[in-house]
């Protein structure tokens, strides 16, 4: 590992959720910058993470009689105005066959990792990838072609 990394120190069991939140964030936005992830391949792991989470917390909400918020039930909606044109492309065998598992699972570890060793809220985890579902989608719903799903995902300055 580089020493010119700094060390982010992870936040134990009884930090402040909003700690938690910072590491997971600063993990997440660390990583795909250093591997430049491609968007498709990020957001295949932040759909398995969103759906596990929501299936979760639905079970604990159910047998509490009560229901999730849309807010963390369903992807957010996708902005500006979508292109009803479809671009003909290559067939999903192909670009599923195109993708990288072992960065696929270095990114799956790290989302894991983080939130095991904070023993972040389920809540807080499911609202914070949620944000960069929507990101995601929102990238997704503009590319022009396969290769832009293969094109690194675009993290705002501001995240």
């Known amino acids: 590992m580089s020493e010119d990394l700094p060390r982010i120190p992870i936040p134990g069991p009884e930090a402040e959720t909003t700690e938690k939140m910072v590491f997971l964030q600063e993990q997440i936005v ?72 072992d960065r696929m699972d270095i990114l799956d570890t790290i989302l894991r990792s983080a939130m095991n060793a904070t023993e972040i809220p389920l809540v807080d985890a499911l609202m914070q990838l949620r944000q960069w579902e929507h990101l995601a989608r929102n990238q997704l719903a503009s590319a022009k072609g396969a290769g832009q799903l293969f094109s690194p995902m675009e993290i705002p300055d501001d995240w």
Do not use: C, H
């Open 30 to 101: 660390n990583f795909l910058r250093q591997y430049s992830m491609p968007l498709l391949e990020v957001s295949l792991v932040f759909s398995k993470y969103t759906r596990q989470l929501t299936d979760a917390l639905e079970v604990q909400a159910r047998a509490l009689g009560e229901s999730l918020p849309a807010i963390l039930s369903e992807p957010w909606p996708i902005l500006g105005e979508q292109d009803g044109e479809s671009t003909q492309g290559p067939p999903l065998e192909t670009l599923l066959g195109n993708l990288d598992d």
